[in-house]
């Protein structure tokens, strides 16, 4: 019962330095979605995919990268980390756009 | 006007009592509604969807009037765990589905 899985769930990076956000999920859902929730405020939608191949931007995707090989798989990519980018990542995943998401557990990065 | 508005709290509420929350959405063609509760530093988790003739589930009551176009959560009997960000969900119809609006998030905090 793995569900949506994050790897990793803390990281520091220092200004300038890239990084990738691993999410998987084994629930075989469509749609993928990466949001961004900094310290007592809402989620932002970053980047969203619904299918194998497909991808588009949020409402927050700039200096950010993601890709969907599989069905199973989302990474985001962050080039130039930059200290705005502070912030806890959550991957979620529904079998259709209009269903309920299930997230994963969360990334909790630091840009210092 | 925001899509997904819900007042941000704190609701300050001592055990036992009942408490209820609003939200109202902006897109009267909106179709799915969730409540999901978010505890400090987790994912947000599902705790019910919304139904047009209105739904139960043991001490929750999730309502949706589509004429005024808000949904409300009452929770009743509160418990000392029910302390929690409550985020209320709407699908965005304007974009095939593919998303859900977040709103901000009420939080209730359950005092002894």
């Known amino acids: 019962n793995a569900g949506v899985t994050q790897t990793p769930k803390f990281r520091i990076l220092k200004i300038g330095q890239s990084m990738t956000l691993q999410c998987t999920q084994d629930m075989n859902h469509n749609y993928m979605y990466w949001y961004r929730q900094d310290p007592g405020m809402g989620l932002k939608l970053i980047y969203y995919?619904?299918?194998?191949?497909?991808?588009d931007k949020g409402e927050v995707p700039n200096g950010y990268n993601v890709s969907r090989s599989t069905t199973e798989d989302f990474p985001l990519r962050l080039e130039l980390a930059a200290p705005s980018q502070t912030s806890v990542y959550f991957c979620?995943?529904?079998?259709?756009?209009?269903?309920?998401?299930?997230f994963g557990d969360g990334t909790r990065l630091s840009i210092l | 006007r925001k899509e997904v508005e819900q007042d941000p709290g704190p609701f300050n509420v001592p055990e036992g009592a009942t408490v209820a929350f609003n939200c109202t959405y902006s897109n009267s063609a909106s179709q799915s509604f969730f409540w999901y509760r978010q505890d400090c530093r987790k994912e947000p988790k599902l705790l019910m969807s919304v139904y047009s003739s209105g739904n139960e589930d043991g001490r929750f009551t999730a309502q949706l009037n589509r004429a005024s176009q808000y949904i409300s959560l009452l929770i009743r009997d509160s418990k000392l765990s029910d302390s929690a960000t409550y985020l209320c969900?709407?699908?965005?119809?304007?974009?095939?589905?593919?998303?859900?609006?977040w709103g901000a998030g009420t939080k209730l905090i359950i005092k002894p």
């Open positions: 995919s619904v299918g194998a191949g497909i991808t």
């Open positions: 969900v709407v699908n965005n119809v304007e974009d095939s589905n593919y998303q859900l609006i």
């Open positions: 979620a995943s529904s079998y259709r756009g209009s269903q309920p998401q299930h």
